[in-house]
């Protein structure tokens, strides 16, 4: 459901190989439909680790629809950008910005950017 590449380094991931990750559960204010979700979730920087992602890489989100979102690695993590894989302890549905998503903590300087909240998650590239 979920790739993320650098070059010829890629990884696939389904929900099954997302779920065996170290989570977190965070519960923040969802700008879209205003109001606090509680996310499980996995930093950016766990998944930017396993490809080799580094601070100056320019780095595209792409949804499924085709929605991409550019920046550098190093605004990513600076914005404790994480990669939510459940809502409320469930799957996310397609239809409400799953199976997976990005979102940011209250205290993100990205919390209210709302381009950068990059709903059904298909892929991250190093571009």
């Known amino acids: 459901i979920f790739t993320i590449a650098k070059g010829k380094k890629v990884q696939s991931f389904?929900?099954?190989r997302l779920n065996?990750?170290?989570t977190s559960t965070i519960t923040i204010y969802e700008p879209?439909?205003?109001k606090r979700q509680t996310f499980t979730v996995i930093?950016?920087?766990t998944f930017f680790t396993l490809v080799g992602i580094s601070a100056n890489d320019k780095v595209s989100t792409i949804a499924l629809n085709d929605y991409v979102y550019n920046?550098?690695?190093?605004?990513f993590l600076d914005a404790n950008?994480?990669?939510?894989?459940?809502?409320n302890g469930l799957d996310i549905p397609y239809d409400q910005g799953g199976p997976i998503r990005l979102v940011?903590?209250?205290n993100s300087s990205w919390a209210k950017s709302l381009d950068s909240w990059n709903w059904s998650l298909e892929k991250?590239?190093?571009?």
């Open 14 to 16: 389904t929900i099954g």
């Open 20 to 22: 065996k990750f170290k």
């Open 32 to 34: 879209f439909v205003k």
């Open 43 to 45: 930093p950016i920087k």
């Open 71 to 75: 920046s550098t690695a190093k605004k």
């Open 81 to 87: 950008t994480y990669v939510a894989i459940k809502r």
């Open 104 to 106: 940011y903590a209250d």
């Open 124 to 127: 991250i590239v190093v571009k």
